[in-house]
């Protein structure tokens, strides 16, 4: 079998990596950063912290490296999954399947204008760059994996999948309808998020403020009235999520604020705006959502020095 | 007529300066920053930009040494009003009026825990200081200012100090019911200045930018229901006051915004804050103003490394 890992930052690495150790199962990886391919094809791709192992696979910058795979793991940010998908298409050209691990919703519709077969796909692990090559694996955690409804996608894609996915030493969980795990991360994130990037807050103060912890849950509330209209059945608790992420040890920047101090665009289209557009779509109002979508939207234009 | 300015931060120095030049008034200005005390006693007090002149006045930071005044204007930071009307309230202790010019709402009740008659004003002049002992004079603008009602202020009062700052060469407009100029005002500034802050936009730009535009709008109609509902009649539109701001030349920072740069604590409870706590007292819902009041109050904590 042979998997495509499109995008190698954290999240893309820590599943390329536990990957490419299963027997039968080839692995490539697509970045767009030349010192990371470089370093990974020169000493392997190392991981450390909850997984300690440096695994051996074939990266490159170079789309057209890449032979035909059966299955594409997608975990750019999600605002470039679109130029990504445009790159490494052809890869998929022979029914292969591509699942999305990345934030938000929205990820799916841009990869199946690209590819005949998507998974849905929700991950909770989390990591960040060490340095090129190497992968801290910060937080284990599980993932829910289902097809993308539009497309079709048979389940035993998606079981065959999953099982490479759980022998590598990852935790995937197959589901007929995977939207009810994605709309809640979607729903924690969307609100953990903005409210992080705005205030400055790493996530356990914002949760303990009174103030921002109040708003978590009146963007939580807005984000549940959205999917229980769609018919989705959430996966769990998002207020859960966010007490459980508040108790961890450290001071956890949200992804978010993350990219705010980077200057890079926030993925606020697939978290907020997503809501807000569904929201749109089945007649549920999100005030606070939209808030939240323009505040980010200013920040981001803020940059431009307009 | 003796007049004590308390605060001369930019606004209080330019009424002051104004005011020390007509005849029979005697001008004294309290304020916690010795360089710029000294600098007056020094050398006058030199205005500059939309007026031109130097005036000689009384600076201390010691307000014991300030004698009894008939009118107090206070311009501190609505912040600083407790502390500050704590060291000088026994300047006023002979029937003294005090009008507040700050922004806001909630002021009064603060200034009339400490004096016994207050005077309600909203003022629209900008500056900024230049250095110690040097005001900018940034905009020229109207003031007006009326009774402080749970004090009953005798009418003749605000006419009387309305009359000398009018002869001073500021604008200034008595009214028996000022609400509705300082509500106009807090409406405008509880919409642009929490935007302005927490997307780090100047006000041209988040007027233009089409979600905070839309946002300024929201905010505005959550503040004008408030204010319906309590019964006031708004002094003009607050969107054309957002408008007319965005057309000025050159790029204002909304002074949250300043603040927030320059890591002070915030105005947002007598702004958001103010209509959040109103919109309770007359059943009237503001999401929005308590979403910013949240981000706010966030964005202050995170200064502490909680």
Known sequence: MKICIIGTGAIGSIFGAHLARVEGVEVHAYDVSQPHVDAINKNGLRISGAADFTARLHATTNAKEIPPCDYGIIATKSTHTRPAMAQIAHVFANDGAVCSVQNGVGNEEIIAE???????????????????????FDIKGDTWIGPFEPTKTPMSGVNELAEALNKSGMNVIPLEDARGAQWTKLIFNASTNPVGALTLLHHGAATRLPATGQLFNDLIAEGEAVA??????????????????????????????????????????????????????????????????????GLEHSRTNP
């Open 228 to 297: 229980k209209a769609m018919g989705i059945t959430l996966h769990g608790d998002p207020r859960a999520m966010v007490q459980k992420g508040a108790n961890a040890p450290g001071k956890h920047n949200a992804s978010m604020l993350q990219d705010v101090l980077a200057k890079r665009i926030t993925e606020v289209d697939f978290m907020n705006g997503a809501i807000v557009k569904w929201g749109e779509q089945v007649g549920v109002p999100t005030p606070l959502n939209k808030t939240m979508w323009a505040l980010i939207k």
């Open 114 to 136: 690209h590819v005949k077969f998507v998974i849905r796909g929700t991950t909770f692990p989390a990591g960040h760059i060490i340095e090129p090559g190497h992968v801290g």
